[in-house]
């Protein structure tokens, strides 16, 4: 239904800044679904880190929040992600996903466990099953 595309992914100094991209073909079209960016580091689990649904409501994790930003731009089916201040931990391949069953009014918490990754409302988890290839960001000291 939903099929991510990533690019943008770079390498910048400490302190730079970088937007990524995510073309993600139909997701305008679905009904109470998220999108979201995640990123995995070399011997880490998966780490949600921004999401949006489709009434383009927006949460972060903390580890990002004040210094990134997701949007949607529905008339291209993409979700951008404006990365800002960045640090080294930042240095992850990030991935771009979708959650559609039609279930959730909001995209607000999400965890990750193992291979999968879920948003979660009134104890329920839903789980993100349309992945991206993703793209490398690599922040130097």
């Known amino acids: 239904l939903v099929q991510p595309v990533e690019s943008g992914g770079d390498s910048v100094q400490a302190g730079g800044a970088l937007r990524v991209s995510c073309v993600a073909s139909?997701?305008?079209?679905?009904?109470?679904?998220?999108m979201a960016w995640f990123r995995q580091a070399p011997g880490k689990e998966r780490e949600g880190i921004a999401s949006?649904?489709?009434?383009?409501?927006?949460h972060y994790d903390d580890s990002v929040k004040g210094r990134f930003t997701i949007s949607l731009d529905k008339a291209k089916d993409t979700s951008y992600l404006q990365m800002n201040s960045l640090k080294p931990e930042d240095t992850a391949m990030y991935y771009c996903a979708a959650e559609t069953s039609g279930a959730n009014l909001d995209c607000s918490d999400t965890v990750c466990s193992g291979p999968y990754c879920y948003t979660r409302r009134n104890g329920a988890q839903y789980e993100y099953d349309n992945w991206g290839q993703g793209t490398q960001v690599t922040v130097s000291s």
């Open positions: 139909g997701f305008t079209a679905t009904f109470r679904s998220c």
């Open positions: 949006i649904d489709t009434d383009e409501n927006t």
